[in-house]
């Protein structure tokens, strides 16, 4: 497994997960990097991060696997978060005539930010008919969407609901989870038990599946649909009130007669909402669990979730306003 294509991951920005000491080394990597190659411009960097195997309670090995020698869709993004030109500097840097003193615009981690910004990928899987909406190590995404928020979780939910083909189920409607032998149950179950303990029914394509959910104490119903008969297919999606497809499933699959394939390609065929990847699942599931109780109650009654953009809007000189504040 080599993970998923950077131009497809979510970006948070401030970091929400990295220690202080991490953000450290991975700023010295990069003055390394820069003094070696004697980089004047931008340059995007990547760098993986993973438990020393010898000495699991030390920190982290951190490992370059990629420099280019050019600015990256991040830097737009970036620039916006820390209210920073750097294309600007960049400019400057590269003709050596007024460069900006260097600034440590992390502030080496240590100082929390009063909001987040997360930038999450846009696909148009719509456009490719067959084409199978699994990620991996090569790109797919056609663009992408940027929203703040006062938390991760926050700045997560208004970003995937501010995609173009996301929305949040309609309440009381069946929620469509499938996985394969590589899938985490452990986030099967979270997604699986969430739904359901709001009022979704949860099913799902085959007995094995079922089982690894049942574990989690949820009712499931194991449905045999024919995706190869459009026709019919159709009829058993409104009909068993299918809104939304979690396929998470990891293993890429040999031909198109795979069960998960054609899930996830019923799923964009069809108009629904679908969540291919097991941390975005699991982000998912934090943000919908972090909103207001009782956020849409005026719309759906006891309904805890809201198909609308269920927290407030911001501009973006609001969010940049709060660091300004003492």
């Given at each position: 497994d080599?993970?998923?294509?950077?131009?497809?991951?979510?970006?948070?920005?401030?970091?929400?997960?990295?220690?202080?000491?991490?953000?450290?080394?991975?700023?010295?990597i990069g003055d390394k990097v820069a003094d070696a190659?004697?980089?004047?411009?931008?340059?995007?960097?990547?760098?993986?991060?993973?438990?020393?195997?010898?000495?699991?309670?030390?920190?982290?090995?951190?490992?370059?696997?990629?420099?280019?020698?050019?600015?990256?869709?991040?830097?737009?993004?970036v620039s916006k978060v820390t209210d920073t030109n750097f294309v600007e500097a960049a400019t400057r840097a590269i003709v050596d005539e007024g460069v900006p003193e260097p600034q440590d615009l992390m502030q080496g981690g240590n100082v929390p930010w009063p909001y987040?910004?997360?930038?999450?990928?846009?696909?148009?899987?719509?456009?490719?008919a067959g084409a199978d909406p699994f990620l991996g190590v090569e790109m797919s995404s056609t663009g992408e969407v940027?929203?703040?928020?006062?938390?991760?979780?926050?700045?997560?939910?208004?970003?995937?609901?501010?995609?173009?083909?996301?929305?949040l189920p309609v309440p009381g409607k069946t929620v469509y989870i499938g996985m394969d032998?590589?899938?985490?149950?452990r986030i099967v179950q979270k997604v699986a038990s969430y739904?359901?303990?709001?009022?979704?029914?949860?099913?799902?394509?085959?007995?094995?599946?079922?089982?690894?959910?049942?574990?989690?104490?949820?009712?499931?119903?194991?449905?045999?649909?024919?995706?190869n008969n459009r026709r019919t297919l159709r009829d058993e999606v409104f009909g068993n009130d299918i809104d939304l497809v979690v396929n998470l499933a990891k293993r890429r699959p040999g031909d198109k007669n795979d069960t998960n394939y054609a899930m996830r390609r019923m799923a964009v065929d069809f108009g629904l909402p679908l969540v291919n990847d097991q941390r975005c699942a699991e982000m998912l599931i934090d943000a919908l669990e972090a909103l207001p109780k009782g956020a849409a109650v005026a719309e759906y009654g006891s309904q805890p979730l809201n198909m609308q953009t269920p927290v407030d809007v911001k501009t973006w000189k609001q969010y940049l306003d709060m660091r300004n504040v003492d």
């Open positions: 080599a993970g998923v294509h950077s131009g497809d991951a979510s970006l948070i920005l401030p970091p929400a997960s990295l220690a202080p000491e991490v953000m450290q080394r991975v700023r010295a190659f004697a980089i004047s411009g931008p340059f995007n960097m990547q760098i993986i991060m993973q438990k020393d195997s010898a000495n699991p309670d030390g920190p982290p090995l951190l490992k370059v696997i990629e420099c280019n020698l050019r600015a990256s869709r991040s830097f737009p993004f987040t910004a997360i930038k999450v990928p846009q696909f148009s899987w719509t456009r490719l940027a929203c703040f928020g006062r938390t991760p979780a926050e700045a997560y939910l208004v970003s995937l609901l501010s995609t173009n083909g996301f929305r032998d590589l899938s985490e149950p739904f359901a303990g709001t009022g979704y029914p949860i099913m799902t394509d085959s007995e094995a599946s079922a089982k690894v959910i049942a574990e989690a104490n949820v009712d499931v119903k194991v449905v045999s649909l024919d995706y």
